[in-house]
């Protein structure tokens, strides 16, 4: 596929704006780079791997546990997945991220809600299945995407279970996404490689809502996008589900260091520093339990990516979306570790910091 196709193939599924770019360096073989709050979607594979590492969370079941055991399981890779990114130099970077084991505390029984609404679009069907959202806007839906002649996807993304679909490509549709009314919400997708298929992907879409405040106040609609004919004759096409109105909520809990706060959920990390700005890397996140155990959600300098994504709010919050659930009840603190980086003239500073929330 070439370059200019993958680039239009992104931008056609609401991306982040330099991730077409990313994916273009990452399967030229260049290193990824981790500058800013748009976490990289690691889909050049050069290697893949199942290993065993530690685990720790949650440990309670709930009665709805089917859509724990899909959202917030391990979607066929194991218990953890470590991939390799060789430069053009020849200097190999190592990447790892963990899986939850689709446990849930008995305190999420009843934030399951039922969806069961579909869409139908060149050929494809989105089946929305059951979600669940927090406070900070963030959550997780799981749904079906069929087509009897074939789903089109990345399957180097795949690998790592990055659902990618191409979008431009003849039979094509963009990667599902999500509206809070009629504001884009920030999805990544996940594909199930034990139940998936040629023609029938299972799947996990987990989001944020781009402004909490805004965007909870409105019903949510799930959507794909396709394009027919080509050049000036090419026209956009955009089906979307009905309107599904969100009955629950899951609570948030405050943390605080200082004058500011953290709100944690079972399914994000939420904190409002107003001064961070968009030059701040995220080098380390870490959260502490009672037992003595921790859950690094994210830590740069090791390649450790447990989290299905990160960014910064235009408000000045910064959301993470883990791969592990958080059982919020244990939590002792929770530990931010930052590069902030300051220019004066032609130079740069790199001005290390560390917050630590209880």
Not at 179 to 208: C, H, L, P, Q
Not at 245 to 269: H, M, Q, W
Request: some cysteine; charged content about 20%; aromatic content about 10%.
């Amino acid at each position: 596929m070439k370059s200019n196709q993958i680039k239009q193939a992104f931008e056609s599924i609401q991306a982040d704006s330099d991730l077409a770019d990313r994916v273009i360096d990452a399967a030229a073989g260049e290193p990824l780079r981790r500058k800013g709050h748009a976490k990289p979607l690691y889909v050049a594979v050069i290697g893949c791997l199942v290993g065993v590492l530690a685990t720790g969370g949650v440990a309670y079941a709930v009665i709805n546990s089917s859509y724990f055991a899909s959202a917030w399981g391990n979607h066929g890779n194991g218990d953890s997945i470590t991939w390799t990114n060789g430069g053009s130099s020849g200097t190999q970077y190592t990447y790892s991220r963990e899986f939850g084991d689709g446990i849930a505390p008995q305190s999420l029984e009843g934030a399951v809600q039922e969806v069961d609404l579909s869409v139908e679009g060149n050929g494809y069907t989105l089946d929305i299945h059951e979600m669940a959202i927090d406070q900070n806007g963030c959550g997780a839906v799981t749904f079906t995407l069929s087509n009897p002649n074939g789903v089109n996807y990345y399957k180097p993304a795949a690998e790592i279970g990055e659902l990618v679909l191409y979008g431009e490509e003849e039979q094509g549709i963009g990667t599902p996404d999500m509206k809070f009314g009629e504001e884009w919400a920030d999805t990544r997708s996940t594909i199930d490689k034990d139940t998936s298929s040629d023609t029938v992907i299972n799947g996990t879409m987990y989001f944020a809502a781009m402004d909490r405040e805004r965007d909870l106040q409105h019903a949510v609609t799930w959507n794909i996008h396709w394009t027919e004919g080509e050049g000036k004759s090419a026209r956009q096409f955009e089906a979307s589900t009905p309107e599904f109105n969100i009955g629950a909520y899951v609570d948030t809990k405050e943390l605080r260091s200082g004058d500011s706060p953290l709100e944690i959920s079972p399914f994000s990390i939420q904190t409002h520093i107003d001064d961070l700005g968009y030059e701040a890397v995220d080098n380390k996140l870490t959260v502490s339990y009672k037992d003595g155990s921790e859950q690094i959600i994210e830590d740069d300098d090791a390649g450790v990516f447990n989290l299905y994504f990160s960014y910064g709010r235009n408000s000045g919050e910064n959301i993470w979306v883990p791969t592990k659930l958080i059982d919020v009840d244990q939590v002792v603190s929770v530990t931010l570790e930052i590069v902030r980086y300051t220019s004066t003239g032609e130079t740069e500073t790199e001005v290390p910091f560390t917050i630590v929330y209880s």
